[in-house]
């Protein structure tokens, strides 16, 4: 299974989302933890998204059609120490814009380096998803650095977040799959949910007659 997810657009504000039909599910994590390269790896394209050693690389929300009814966005990361106090603000207010706004947010993937865990900025996040009830996956990138003995206890550092990590590596392909039948699953549960909402959902309607 591969992403066939093609470059649309970026944007900097709310006006410049696409206007689109598509379930989005974003990508958010800390800069440097391999956001790119995951959204690389699953489309298994070297280049699609910009990746690279400085942390920093990504200063735009960008806009990746999957499928018709699915796209990916790629968020800046924060937390970047050395990036200029204004343009850590920038990112901050984007960020919190999309997730905080965005209607067709049907997904949120966590990404945290698996050698790192969760820290205070992505337990922020998590309740963030929670609050706006969209779906949270977490993953714990770069799991390629991690001996075998370490597993364990990378995982156990997770269990602040409440949710399982998948444990993935854009550089030897582990975990993509599970990965990629999580992402399609929030946007199913998405449609369900609007589909719901339009009081189209086949449900026994119990009022009394
Ligand atoms: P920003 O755009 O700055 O927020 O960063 P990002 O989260 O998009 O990270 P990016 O994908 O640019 O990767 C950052 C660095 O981590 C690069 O040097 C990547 O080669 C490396 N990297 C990413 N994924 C993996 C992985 O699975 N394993 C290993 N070993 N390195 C990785
Ligand atoms: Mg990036």
Redesign the pocket.
């Known amino acids: 299974m591969r992403f066939d997810a093609k470059f649309v657009t970026s944007a900097f504000t709310p006006a410049g989302y696409p206007r689109w039909d598509r379930a989005e599910v974003a990508l958010a994590?800390r800069?440097?933890?391999?956001?790119?390269?995951?959204l690389n790896a699953l489309a298994e394209s070297r280049n699609l998204?910009r990746?690279?050693?400085t942390?920093?690389?990504?200063r735009a929300l960008n806009f990746f059609s999957v499928s018709n009814d699915l796209a990916i966005v790629?968020l800046?990361?924060y937390g970047?120490a050395k990036m200029a106090r204004t343009d850590a603000a920038r990112i901050a207010s984007m960020m919190n814009d999309y997730l905080g706004q965005s209607e067709r947010l049907a997904g949120l993937v966590l990404?945290i380096d698996s050698r790192r865990g969760p820290e205070r900025e992505e337990l922020d996040l998590a309740t963030l998803a929670a609050s706006r009830s969209i779906a949270l996956v977490a993953v714990a990138?770069?799991c390629?650095?991690l001996r075998r003995s370490e597993r364990a206890a990378a995982l156990a550092r997770f269990k602040p977040l409440g949710v399982e990590p998948i444990l993935?590596?854009?550089?030897d392909g582990e975990g993509l799959d599970h990965l990629r039948r999580r992402i399609i699953g929030c946007a199913r549960a998405a449609r369900r949910a609007a589909a719901l909402g339009d009081g189209d959902d086949g449900a026994m309607d119990l009022r009394p007659r």
């Open positions: 994590g800069s440097n933890v391999g956001k790119s390269s995951m998204a990746t690279s050693r942390p920093g690389r990504t790629d800046p990361g970047f990404l990138t770069k390629d650095k993935c590596s854009a550089l």
